[in-house]
């Protein structure tokens, strides 16, 4: 994949209906246990969502979305890249480029949260600057790893 093919489309606040659609489908390939109707609710009761889609020659290939956890904290979602466009440096530079935004509209501390079983997304994670900051057992017995970044 060339740089220059890689367009990025920022979607700020609820995603319209054609956005939705391919987030949806994104969201779906990336996560073999995907649950359409948790994705579609999140993004209906969350303010200030920012996501990111990324295409080559407009064919989506990646995602990233965010929204705002707290007035100084913004929340890093969920996202992912298809699997054969992975270690192509395009979920780095939706990272990159959600985190940009995070800091220029004042929020100090960007969050993001795993599981032991997503190794490749907890390396990330360490690799750009995250810390674990606390690890908790949720409603459906699923031990999360929280990460904190200063922006």
């Given at each position: 994949?060339?740089?220059?093919n890689?367009?990025?489309k920022?979607?700020?606040?609820?995603?319209?209906?054609?956005?939705?659609?391919?987030?949806?489908?994104?969201?779906?390939?990336?996560?073999?246990?995907?649950?359409?109707?948790?994705?579609?609710?999140?993004?209906?009761?969350?303010?200030?969502?920012?996501?990111?889609?990324?295409?080559?020659?407009?064919?989506?290939?990646?995602?990233?979305?965010?929204?705002?956890?707290?007035?100084?904290?913004f929340?890093?979602?969920?996202?992912?890249?298809?699997?054969?466009?992975?270690?192509?440096?395009?979920?780095?530079?939706?990272?990159?480029?959600?985190?940009?935004?995070?800091?220029?509209?004042?929020?100090?501390?960007?969050?993001?949260?795993?599981?032991?079983?997503?190794?490749?997304?907890?390396?990330?994670?360490?690799?750009?600057?995250?810390?674990?900051?606390?690890?908790?057992?949720?409603?459906?017995?699923?031990?999360?790893?929280?990460?904190?970044?200063?922006?």
């Amino acid at each position: 994949m060339e740089k220059d093919n890689l367009k990025i489309k920022i979607v700020k606040g609820k995603p319209t209906s054609s956005d939705l659609k391919i987030l949806e489908y994104l969201y779906s390939k990336v996560f073999e246990d995907a649950q359409l109707d948790f994705f579609r609710n999140r993004l209906n009761e969350k303010e200030n969502i920012y996501s990111l889609i990324a295409f080559e020659n407009d064919i989506p290939l990646g995602f990233k979305i965010g929204y705002q956890y707290n007035e100084s904290t913004f929340y890093s979602w969920v996202g992912g890249v298809l699997s054969n466009h992975r270690t192509k440096g395009i979920g780095k530079k939706l990272a990159h480029l959600q985190e940009q935004w995070a800091k220029k509209n004042n929020y100090f501390k960007i969050r993001t949260k795993s599981m032991n079983h997503f190794k490749p997304m907890m390396i990330f994670n360490l690799k750009n600057g995250f810390n674990i900051v606390s690890v908790y057992t949720n409603a459906s017995n699923q031990t999360k790893i929280v990460f904190e970044k200063e922006l």
